[in-house]
């Protein structure tokens, strides 16, 4: 590689660190707790990281449902202790980090109270890659001035890189797209692990040689591909990728950043990080491991997926898909689900199997194949073939699409507006529904993600607090309602 390194030597490679988000969400179940965060914080902070990401995707989710944490409090809480190393969190453009599309006010809320809380970079992508659903949150983290970073879904049709839907070509646009809606970085987001080492060279340099901003390269680890592709899209001149430290590296996971560091020794882009320092942050994971192995995937021995090298489905649709033919007793047939998931995908106009469109896919897939072929239609699939999720990378058949949105109370007929458009402002007839029991801006916002897990967070929050002084609830009453 020395010919290549050479040509970019003296710019050393950035590393986002991915360990307090991503890296527990692929290993744990998103299931880490701030407290086993904090006694390494301070040292993550004086490792020069870029950025290290440390909310959103399922954290916001998971802290309130199974770790009886308040979501809002994790960024301020860790900002005592990183002070220097900006904050990144994923977030899923109209879908923030809940699980459907939200009207305009309430992802202006969201993006100001993030930015609030201390999020420095917003990492904003689109499960269609259908950046209409992003433009408000775009808008709003500009308004804010911080950093908008548009992601494109990496995504497959064929082995490879190429073919009529995701080639060269997709990719380049996309970026250039991201570029003139005012992105301040584009991030290729590779959750599946599909980016292959000699694609991931070839992508780079054209995305690098299209636009000018600075590249990220975000591979999950799931094929065994990604330290491979790491290493192909540094030669290429990428300028930042996702790392985890070695525990909360591979399988699922984020590549491990210790290797990356040792092979980039003396080529000229190895990052000013201090290996024997990430060694000891590696230690504590170790130690506190025990307390969360329960939700490690540990039924295989091999901690790569080979299947997803062959089918391209990602891991977690994979346990989906699983999980749902036990329910229905039929285990046996995995095989065909398969099949039937590439077949449906490409009918259903070829997104990325990313969240909630993966699993929307996924489980359609299943009632392929148990009753018949669209003889069972989900709701959610109907309202993917409607356009409330927004446009597809290919349409959808016309026939096909008139047949699932037959006597659909929503619309029988495809729309072709931003699917927000539709939505009516949320914030105010949340903070009606809930009252009293809200105190705060926080908790209407959370409320409107998790209505029915966050409601009852709210009443163990506040129910204790009651029984010390019913004068607590008249202030914050008055409070909430300015
Ligand atoms: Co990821």
Same mark, same amino acid.
């Given at each position: 590689?020395?010919?290549?390194?050479?040509?970019?030597?003296?710019?050393?490679? %950035?590393?986002?660190?991915?360990?307090?988000?991503?890296?527990?969400?692929?290993?744990?179940?998103?299931?880490?707790?701030?407290?086993?965060?904090?006694?390494?914080?301070?040292?993550?902070?004086?490792?020069?990281?870029?950025?290290?990401?440390?909310?959103?995707?399922?954290?916001?989710?998971?802290?309130?449902?199974?770790?009886?944490?308040?979501?809002? =409090?994790?960024?301020?809480?860790?900002?005592?202790?990183?002070? %220097?190393?900006?904050?990144?969190?994923?977030?899923?453009?109209?879908?923030?980090?809940?699980? /459907?599309?939200?009207?305009?006010?309430?992802?202006?809320?969201?993006?100001?109270?993030?930015?609030?809380?201390?999020?420095?970079?917003?990492?904003?992508?689109?499960?269609?890659?259908?950046?209409?659903?992003?433009?408000?949150?775009?808008?709003?983290?500009?308004?804010?001035?911080?950093?908008?970073?548009?992601?494109?879904?990496?995504?497959?049709?064929?082995?490879?890189?190429?073919?009529?839907?995701?080639?060269?070509?997709?990719? @380049?646009?996309?970026?250039?797209?991201?570029?003139?809606?005012?992105?301040?970085?584009?991030?290729?987001?590779?959750?599946?692990?599909?980016?292959?080492?000699?694609?991931?060279?070839?992508?780079?340099?054209?995305?690098?040689?299209?636009? %000018?901003?600075?590249?990220?390269?975000?591979?999950?680890?799931?094929?065994?591909?990604?330290?491979?592709?790491?290493?192909?899209?540094?030669?290429?001149?990428?300028?930042?990728?996702?790392?985890?430290?070695?525990?909360?590296? *591979?399988?699922?996971?984020?590549?491990?950043?210790?290797?990356?560091?040792?092979? *980039?020794?003396?080529?000229?882009?190895?990052?000013?990080?201090?290996?024997?320092?990430?060694?000891?942050?590696?230690?504590?994971?170790?130690?506190?491991?025990?307390?969360?192995?329960?939700?490690?995937?540990?039924?295989?021995?091999?901690?790569?997926?080979?299947?997803?090298?062959?089918?391209?489905?990602?891991?977690?649709?994979?346990?989906?898909?699983?999980?749902?033919?036990?329910?229905?007793?039929?285990?046996?047939?995995?095989?065909?689900?398969?099949?039937?998931?590439?077949?449906?995908?490409?009918?259903?106009?070829?997104?990325?199997?990313?969240?909630?469109?993966?699993?929307?896919?996924?489980?359609?897939?299943?009632?392929?194949?148990?009753?018949?072929?669209?003889?069972? @239609?989900?709701?959610?699939?109907?309202?993917?073939?409607?356009?409330?999720?927004?446009?597809?990378?290919?349409?959808?058949?016309?026939? *096909?699409?008139?047949?699932?949105?037959?006597?659909?109370?929503?619309?029988?007929?495809?729309?072709?507006?931003?699917?927000?458009?539709?939505?009516?402002?949320?914030?105010?007839?949340?903070?009606?529904?809930?009252?009293?029991?809200?105190?705060?801006?926080?908790?209407?916002?959370?409320?409107?993600?998790?209505?029915?897990? =966050?409601?009852?967070?709210? /009443?163990?929050?506040?129910?204790?607090?009651?029984?010390?002084?019913?004068?607590?609830? %008249?202030?914050?009453?008055?409070?909430?309602?300015?």
């Amino acid at each position: 590689m020395t010919q290549e390194t050479k040509k970019v030597s003296g710019n050393p490679i %950035k590393i986002q660190d991915n360990t307090f988000r991503d890296g527990h969400q692929s290993i744990y179940a998103t299931r880490m707790k701030t407290e086993d965060m904090l006694p390494i914080a301070e040292e993550m902070d004086n490792c020069g990281f870029h950025a290290m990401e440390v909310w959103g995707g399922a954290t916001f989710d998971t802290m309130h449902r199974f770790l009886g944490e308040d979501p809002w =409090m994790r960024p301020k809480i860790l900002k005592k202790y990183i002070k %220097k190393t900006p904050f990144a969190m994923l977030i899923r453009g109209q879908n923030l980090v809940g699980y /459907r599309h939200y009207a305009d006010d309430v992802v202006n809320a969201f993006v100001d109270k993030s930015c609030e809380i201390g999020i420095d970079v917003f990492r904003c992508f689109d499960a269609l890659n259908d950046f209409r659903n992003m433009e408000s949150c775009a808008r709003r983290i500009k308004e804010n001035g911080k950093e908008f970073q548009g992601a494109l879904c990496y995504s497959l049709t064929e082995v490879r890189l190429g073919g009529e839907v995701y080639n060269l070509d997709f990719f @380049v646009k996309k970026a250039v797209e991201l570029e003139q809606m005012g992105a301040d970085a584009i991030c290729i987001k590779d959750m599946a692990g599909l980016l292959s080492p000699f694609d991931a060279y070839d992508l780079v340099l054209a995305i690098k040689k299209a636009i %000018k901003l600075p590249l990220h390269l975000h591979c999950h680890y799931t094929s065994g591909m990604a330290s491979m592709t790491y290493l192909k899209a540094i030669e290429a001149g990428v300028d930042v990728v996702d790392t985890c430290l070695a525990p909360f590296a *591979l399988r699922t996971s984020m590549p491990a950043i210790e290797p990356i560091i040792a092979a *980039l020794q003396g080529t000229g882009r190895e990052p000013a990080i201090d290996l024997n320092k990430l060694l000891v942050l590696g230690e504590h994971l170790e130690n506190i491991a025990p307390k969360y192995n329960t939700y490690l995937a540990n039924q295989k021995l091999s901690i790569i997926d080979n299947g997803v090298l062959a089918h391209q489905i990602p891991g977690g649709m994979i346990s989906n898909l699983t999980g749902q033919l036990k329910e229905m007793n039929a285990l046996d047939r995995l095989g065909e689900i398969y099949k039937e998931v590439v077949l449906t995908r490409k009918e259903m106009g070829c997104p990325p199997l990313v969240t909630p469109v993966s699993q929307i896919i996924g489980a359609q897939a299943v009632l392929n194949v148990l009753f018949g072929r669209y003889i069972r @239609v989900s709701n959610q699939l109907r309202d993917l073939v409607l356009g409330l999720y927004g446009r597809t990378p290919v349409p959808i058949d016309p026939a *096909l699409a008139k047949k699932i949105l037959k006597n659909y109370k929503r619309g029988e007929e495809p729309i072709k507006e931003r699917p927000a458009d539709f939505l009516k402002p949320e914030i105010e007839a949340a903070k009606e529904q809930l009252g009293d029991l809200a105190r705060s801006d926080e908790d209407v916002l959370a409320y409107i993600l998790y209505p029915a897990t =966050m409601e009852k967070f709210l /009443r163990e929050k506040y129910d204790k607090s009651l029984t010390r002084g019913a004068g607590d609830k %008249k202030n914050s009453g008055k409070k909430f309602a300015a």
